[in-house]
C-alpha cells in the first residue's frame, strides 16, 4: 500500500512563496501520475496540478502562473512551487497517485487512489 508523504507546508506573508514536497517511500513516484489539491476551510477540496508519469502536466485554470509541479526522478519527489501566495491560498494541501503508468488528461478526485495526509499552508496578510 502506498503511503504519500507530504512536507513543506508553513506560515507564509502573502506574496511569499512555499514548496512543497511529495515523497512515499518504497514507490518511484515517476511510475505515476501525481495530483496535488487543496481543501480550504468549509470548500470542497479542489484539483491544482497534475503531472504523469510521461512529464505531462495539467493545471486547473485559476492555477495557472502562480503554481508549478515538477519531479526530481532522482529523489523520487514531487514538488508544488507556489509563488505570490495570497489569503485564499489558505487550505490543506494533499498529493495523490494515480493507477500505476495511467495518464490523467483532466484529473479528478475519483482518479487518485491513494492519498496523502496533507500539510497546512497558511497565508497571513
Known amino acids: 500500500q502506498m503511503q504519500l508523504v507530504e512536507s513543506g507546508g508553513g506560515l507564509v506573508q502573502a506574496g511569499g512563496s512555499l514548496r512543497l514536497s511529495c515523497t512515499a517511500p518504497?514507490?518511484?513516484?515517476?511510475?505515476?501520475?501525481i495530483g496535488w489539491f487543496r481543501q480550504a476551510p468549509g470548500k470542497a477540496r479542489e484539483v491544482i496540478s497534475c503531472?504523469?508519469?510521461?512529464?505531462?502536466?495539467y493545471y486547473e485554470e485559476a492555477m495557472k502562473g502562480r503554481f508549478t509541479i515538477s519531479r526530481d526522478s532522482a529523489k523520487h519527489t514531487v514538488y508544488l512551487q507556489m509563488n505570490s501566495l495570497k489569503d485564499e491560498d489558505t487550505a490543506i494541501y494533499y498529493c495523490?497517485?494515480?493507477?500505476?503508468?495511467?495518464?490523467?488528461?483532466?484529473?479528478?478526485?475519483?482518479?487518485?487512489?491513494?492519498w496523502g495526509q496533507g500539510t497546512q499552508v497558511t497565508v497571513s496578510s
Open positions: 495523490a497517485a494515480a493507477q500505476f503508468k495511467s495518464r490523467i488528461v483532466i484529473p479528478r478526485e475519483q482518479d487518485f487512489l491513494s
Open positions: 518504497g514507490f518511484a513516484l515517476d511510475n505515476y501520475p
Open positions: 503531472i504523469n508519469y510521461d512529464g505531462t502536466t
